[in-house]
């Protein structure tokens, strides 16, 4: 016999999933790009299922394990992008379901809560800064944890209304640790249980639950899948420098989620080795979300909800890990869904049914064109470089990276002149130095 009542099961939303396909149909026939090839296309690891095998014992190997899938279907890129496309529609119908259970107004009506629920999903579908996951193939990373994950939040959440819980909470461990193996960041994933409405019901037992789990994933990849060589190595930036500056690239990227018309794969964000008017008006911000999250707790736990979601998610890569870029698009990916959140909640108290149907086709409508715009930057790798020194038109990497798309496809005059716009924001950048002096020895002795 159930032990506890589901929320209400509502006709899922068919629309939005063609929508979405409709506005990632153009991804498919895109090329592989940049990191693409160091993990995938230049990787015998993941082209067999024995390569894969005998390279079993490192980082991501769940992973691993889908690329290897991909490459040994033979269906290239394309398959690839397909498989990318399946994840981000999965992605879509799970949180349909899982979004019962955010915290929301006990005052609402059924009218305001499919409606949130809908704003919520066309955000997380349709909003183009998630192409860096689904069109981008090294994106995989974060849609197939999310898959796991959001998989994992809704079997815990439901085990209780069915007659052998211990299933369903045995299926959400098995989810947890595949979202591991995908991604790291998902040991911080079962602790948005605590603050959702069906994870308040067993807190002992969730957080005897999640102890559990977290001692398992820290034996399973420091011990089994060597991430203890990540603790040894040197901090490339100091702590605080580290610090100020993930702060800045946080800001950055709540800054992208308002222009979906300026993404960008490769931004150009500073290291900060000062304290600054901005950083100071950071911190102030940060922490006055944070100081009315805790007061407001009870009459908002909407509000409290949405940014443990966003801050939990992202505090793996933003805070202590001295990472190469400050900030990545794709991180958005799961974490953005805390942000929307307390936007549609907001929204949809503050407008009409009329007003919020409204919403609802102008969002739609507004997420096809901007993504499947941004899906043509992705169509081959001039096309991505060319609108990434658009938007950092300072930024030596990308001009490098421009210039050596150029020179692949055999037009040297377009790739010289990028790197020489490289060397001019950066004249010690000795990939760039290289990458003229093979393209002048190839121009001389073709």
């Not at 296309?41 to 991501?60: C, E, I, K, M, Y």
């Not at 790291?184 to 602790?191: H, M, N, T």
């Not at 639950?209 to 034996?219: H, Q, Y």
């Not at 990472?323 to 698009?329: C, F, I, K, Q, V």
Request: hydrophobic content about 55%; charged content about 15%.
């Amino acid at each position: 016999m159930a032990t506890a009542s589901l929320p209400a099961r509502e006709a899922w939303p068919v629309w939005l999933l063609a929508a979405t396909a409709l506005a990632y149909l153009n991804a498919l026939p895109a090329a592989f790009q940049f990191d693409d090839y160091n993990i995938i296309v230049d990787n015998p690891s993941v082209h067999s299922l024995a390569g894969w095998w005998q390279q079993v014992f490192t980082l991501r190997p769940l992973l691993k394990l889908g690329y290897a899938l991909n490459w040994s279907s033979g269906f290239g890129a394309f398959g690839f992008h397909a498989v990318n496309l399946l994840l981000h529609l999965a992605n879509v119908a799970l949180l349909w379901r899982l979004s019962a259970h955010f915290p929301r107004p006990d005052n609402w009506n059924q009218e305001q809560n499919r409606h949130a629920r809908l704003l919520l999903l066309l955000l997380f579908a349709l909003h183009p800064i998630q192409s860096e996951s689904v069109t981008y193939v090294s994106g995989r990373s974060m849609s197939q944890m999310a898959l796991f994950s959001l998989a994992g939040l809704l079997c815990w959440l439901e085990a209780a209304a069915h007659s052998r819980p211990w299933r369903w909470r045995g299926a959400a461990l098995l989810c947890f640790t595949a979202a591991v193996l995908s991604k790291e960041v998902a040991l911080a994933i079962p602790l948005l249980l605590f603050p959702m409405r069906g994870g308040r019901r067993d807190t002992f037992l969730l957080a005897s639950f999640l102890a559990g789990f977290l001692v398992m994933a820290a034996l399973l990849l420091f011990l089994a899948f060597g991430y203890q060589r990540l603790l040894s190595e040197p901090l490339a930036r100091g702590l605080g420098v580290n610090l100020a500056s993930e702060l800045n690239a946080v800001f950055y990227l709540l800054g992208q989620l308002l222009h979906p018309h300026a993404l960008n794969i490769d931004p150009d964000l500073p290291e900060l080795h000062g304290f600054s008017p901005l950083l100071g008006l950071q911190l102030t911000l940060l922490a006055s979300a944070l100081v009315l999250a805790w007061r407001q707790r009870r009459q908002w736990p909407w509000f409290a909800f949405g940014l443990a979601w966003f801050l939990l998610l992202l505090l793996p890569t933003h805070s202590l890990i001295p990472r190469l870029d400050l900030a990545s698009e794709r991180h958005l990916y799961l974490a953005g869904i805390g942000v929307y959140w307390i936007a549609v909640v907001t929204l949809t108290g503050l407008l009409s049914a009329r007003f919020r149907a409204g919403l609802l086709l102008l969002l739609a409508l507004a997420g096809i064109g901007f993504t499947a715009a941004r899906n043509v930057d992705y169509q081959n790798e001039i096309s991505l470089w060319q609108a990434t020194v658009m938007q950092s038109p300072g930024k030596a990497r990308a001009w490098n990276n421009l210039g050596y798309a150029y020179r692949l496809a055999g037009q040297f005059p377009e790739a010289r002149a990028a790197y020489r716009e490289a060397l001019r924001h950066d004249s010690g950048y000795r990939r760039a130095q290289a990458n003229l002096r093979e393209l002048n020895t190839l121009a001389t002795h073709p």
